[in-house]
């Protein structure tokens, strides 16, 4: 609903080939629209990416610390740790998407 407004961005944690397999949430064509800052890396198996690097990630593509963010992965862990850490950051406006 959030995401309907046109008002919330989507910040997808999810590795790019999950977001391509899996297609992405319908965003209204107005508003701010959805960033990638994937919470884990391809290598090995899944390589997590250290929150300091990750906070650093989002903040080059997010400054804007009272963006309106929706943050959503593929069932909800990595969302929740996401959501959680940018609210941890200074992020005043964070919303985990439930379920993922």
């Not at 949430?25 to 990416?49: K, M, T």
């Not at 906070?55 to 862990?77: F, H, M, N, T, Y």
Request: charged residues 25%.
């Amino acid at each position: 609903e959030l995401l309907e407004t046109g008002e919330w961005l989507y910040l997808d944690v999810r590795a790019p080939e999950e977001q391509r397999a899996m297609g992405i949430p319908a965003l209204p064509e107005y508003g701010p629209g959805l960033v990638n800052v994937p919470l884990v890396r391809p290598g090995v198996g899944v390589v997590a990416v250290k929150k300091e690097a990750w906070l650093a990630e989002v903040a080059d593509v997010l400054p804007d610390r009272d963006q309106k963010i929706v943050v959503g992965c593929k069932s909800g862990v990595r969302s929740r740790a996401a959501a959680a850490a940018l609210q941890e950051a200074g992020y005043t406006n964070v919303a985990d998407l439930a379920g993922g």
